[in-house]
Every structure is written in structure tokens, then in C-alpha cells.
């Protein structure tokens, strides 16, 4: 049991560096997008900066979705060593 719960909390900290990857990749891609200095191909120069917005909004979506989940990992990682304790 114990190698299980190894596996669930490093897994779960993967998860954390991941999701924080993600929100930092979000913001710098999202503040390019936001402050004109970047296009994106399929739209116009004046949706572009409200595109921008949208990028940080769905990748903060994706950030606490992983965070999330690495957070339940490492309660569950706490349960179950509180049962092994009794």
C-alpha cells in the first residue's frame, strides 16, 4: 500500500509543477497576445487583444482544474495514512 501512496504523491506533484507551467505559459502567451505584439493567424488586428484575455481565462480554467486534482490526490494520500495509523 505504501508504494501506491509513493506513486499518488509524486504524481500529484508532477501535476502541481504542471499546472503552474501551464498558468505561466498562459500568462506570457496571453499578455503578448493582449498587448499587440503577437497576431494570432485567424483573426483580425482588433479581436486580437480581446483574444488575449480569453488565452488567460481558458488556460486559468486548466490550471485550477490540474491543481485540483493534485490537491484531492494529496488528500487522499492523507486518508489513507490516517487509516493505515489506525
Not at 506513486?7 to 498587448?35: C, E, M, P, Q, R
Amino acid at each position: 500500500m505504501t508504494a501506491r501512496l509513493k506513486f499518488v504523491k509524486y504524481a500529484s506533484l508532477i501535476v502541481k509543477i504542471a499546472a503552474w507551467i501551464i498558468l505561466l505559459l498562459g500568462i506570457f502567451v496571453g499578455s503578448l497576445i493582449a498587448s499587440g505584439a503577437v497576431h494570432p493567424p485567424a483573426q483580425s488586428a482588433g479581436n486580437s487583444r480581446w483574444l488575449g484575455f480569453v488565452v488567460w481565462a481558458v488556460y486559468l480554467f486548466v490550471f485550477i482544474f490540474f491543481y485540483l486534482v493534485a490537491k484531492t490526490a494529496d488528500l487522499v494520500v492523507q486518508l489513507f495514512k490516517g487509516i493505515d495509523k489506525e
